[in-house]
């Protein structure tokens, strides 16, 4: 597999029952690992509400921004 240069790379290690399982799955799916890997990173972040792309990125800081926040309308009195 090629790396890209946007790619970041680390060690994380399995008990042998989950490697086994996760192993079994890609087989199955006919898939590699990164991809799996990939999948369930992006499904955890989205889990906790946690942006992925650029675009989240922005649209999320801007939602948390009070100026932005659009709540009940106040009547005007005339």
Known sequence: MARSAG?????????HSTW????????DRMVEL???ADEAFRDLLKKH??????????RESARTDPANDHGPQRR???
């Open 7 to 15: 790619q970041i790379r680390k060690r994380i290690a399995f008990d």
């Open 20 to 27: 086994h399982a996760l192993d079994r799955l890609a087989k």
């Open 34 to 36: 990164q991809d799996l």
């Open 49 to 58: 509400l946690r942006p992925v792309t650029l675009k989240e990125m922005l």
């Open 76 to 78: 005007r009195q005339h």
